[in-house]
């Protein structure tokens, strides 16, 4: 099978290597697509927390994957040959204190499935979910990213008629953006890309900013009477995004800190607003099993929309020029196709 390697930081190759076979509790899983994540764009850029190079770089960090079942392992039950499937890539061990808690993404003895630029891909069994037919491979590579956005929502805990605002107008910030909506804020989407601000009145936003163009603070002044906003979900990379979020929320408020920053940095944070006005900032980072499957009844249901955040879908043979569209920021979502023929 062909599969993508690094061989180091910028330096990919493709080559062609043996299919792995499915232990016990896995499934061999022709790869449909796979969606390109920041995660990924870290990674080959040499910014990975655990990057690894060489012969088992094999496949790179591919996570957002869909595709049709080959195999099956003696101990995986309910998935069949020839199933449509999405890949959960967190396989949770089920018995430490996090697994018990249902933080099953902080499980201290979890493995990753991943490799998805590859035309073949192992996943684990008891997490794989059947994709309805109504679903392409290309939105099933979006129940992964919104899983995590899921995620992020239930611990910004918002209400009904709450204000939020999100910084960040790329994939993640629209997805965080049908999900609030769903929870019935008004939201208030802030970036610096005209085009992704109108997709996103046209997906629902009460209100867009470009961020280049006005001052942020005092527009959402304007909107809140000067008592800021009730929670800001920090959708991209940087300080900046951060230091904005502390400038335009409110008394008793959340941020939510959803994106990575690297090369890392640090921010110098006032204590005295933090404790006065009672704000509270929160991390949030990947996915519980059931938030996966709830990502997957939500596209499957049509309360969150997808298909229009597809802008690319490129071969893995091309995946250079897939990574290097991200990278220049050409469009939303792009996704690799490891198989050209039809589903």
Same mark, same amino acid.
């Given at each position: 099978?062909?599969?993508?390697?690094?061989?180091?930081?910028?330096?990919? *190759?493709?080559?062609?290597?043996?299919?792995?076979?499915?232990?016990?509790?896995?499934?061999?899983?022709?790869?449909?697509?796979?969606?390109?994540?920041?995660?990924?764009?870290?990674?080959?850029?040499?910014?990975?927390?655990?990057?690894?190079?060489?012969?088992?770089?094999?496949?790179?960090?591919?996570?957002?994957?869909?595709?049709?079942?080959?195999?099956?392992?003696?101990? *995986?039950?309910?998935?069949?040959?020839?199933?449509?499937?999405?890949?959960?890539?967190?396989?949770?061990?089920?018995?430490?204190?996090?697994?018990?808690?249902?933080?099953?993404?902080?499980?201290? #003895?979890?493995?990753?499935?991943?490799?998805?630029?590859?035309?073949?891909?192992?996943?684990?069994?008891?997490?794989?979910?059947?994709?309805?037919?109504?679903?392409?491979?290309?939105?099933?590579?979006?129940?992964?990213?919104?899983?995590?956005?899921?995620?992020?929502?239930?611990?910004?805990?918002?209400?009904?008629?709450?204000?939020?605002?999100?910084?960040?107008?790329?994939?993640?910030?629209?997805?965080?953006?049908?999900?609030?909506?769903?929870?019935?804020?008004?939201?208030?989407?802030?970036?610096?890309? +005209?085009?992704?601000?109108?997709?996103?009145?046209?997906?629902?936003?009460?209100?867009?900013? +470009?961020?280049?163009?006005?001052?942020?603070?005092?527009?959402?002044?304007?909107?809140?009477? +000067?008592?800021? *906003?009730?929670?800001?979900?920090?959708?991209?990379?940087?300080?900046?995004?951060?230091?904005?979020?502390?400038?335009?929320?409110?008394?008793?408020?959340?941020?939510?800190?959803?994106?990575?920053?690297?090369?890392?940095?640090?921010?110098?944070?006032?204590? #005295?607003?933090?404790?006065?006005?009672?704000?509270?900032?929160?991390?949030?980072?990947?996915?519980?099993?059931?938030?996966?499957?709830?990502?997957?009844?939500?596209?499957?249901?049509?309360?969150?929309?997808?298909?229009?955040?597809?802008?690319?879908?490129?071969?893995?043979?091309?995946?250079?020029?897939?990574?290097?569209?991200?990278? #220049?920021?050409?469009?939303?979502?792009?996704? *690799?196709?490891?198989?050209?023929?039809?589903?």
């Amino acid at each position: 099978m062909l599969a993508a390697y690094l061989i180091s930081p910028k330096n990919l *190759v493709l080559k062609e290597r043996p299919i792995p076979r499915p232990e016990k509790n896995e499934v061999l899983v022709k790869i449909m697509a796979c969606g390109v994540c920041p995660t990924d764009i870290r990674y080959f850029l040499g910014y990975g927390k655990h990057t690894f190079y060489g012969e088992e770089s094999y496949g790179l960090t591919g996570h957002e994957w869909s595709g049709v079942v080959i195999e099956v392992g003696r101990d *995986v039950e309910k998935i069949q040959v020839n199933d449509r499937v999405v890949v959960d890539h967190i396989a949770p061990c089920g018995a430490c204190r996090y697994c018990r808690r249902n933080l099953t993404h902080h499980c201290i #003895n979890k493995r990753y499935y991943l490799r998805g630029y590859a035309e073949y891909g192992l996943a684990y069994g008891p997490t794989l979910l059947k994709l309805p037919e109504k679903i392409s491979f290309e939105e099933a590579c979006f129940v992964e990213p919104l899983s995590s956005c899921i995620n992020s929502i239930e611990r910004a805990s918002i209400s009904m008629g709450e204000v939020v605002a999100i910084i960040g107008d790329g994939v993640i910030g629209i997805l965080h953006l049908q999900l609030a909506k769903l929870k019935g804020a008004e939201v208030v989407m802030i970036g610096h890309h +005209n085009d992704r601000l109108e997709l996103s009145e046209k997906i629902g936003a009460d209100y867009t900013f +470009n961020s280049k163009e006005v001052d942020i603070y005092e527009e959402i002044s304007r909107l809140t009477d +000067n008592y800021g *906003v009730d929670a800001v979900i920090v959708a991209t990379q940087g300080t900046e995004a951060l230091e904005s979020a502390l400038k335009i929320v409110g008394k008793n408020s959340r941020i939510i800190v959803f994106s990575g920053t690297y090369p890392e940095e640090k921010i110098s944070i006032n204590p #005295n607003k933090i404790h006065y006005s009672e704000i509270s900032i929160i991390g949030a980072s990947e996915h519980n099993v059931r938030q996966f499957t709830t990502s997957l009844k939500l596209i499957e249901k049509g309360l969150v929309r997808v298909e229009s955040l597809i802008s690319n879908v490129v071969p893995l043979t091309e995946i250079d020029r897939a990574f290097d569209i991200v990278i #220049n920021r050409r469009g939303l979502k792009t996704i *690799v196709r490891p198989h050209q023929e039809d589903e």
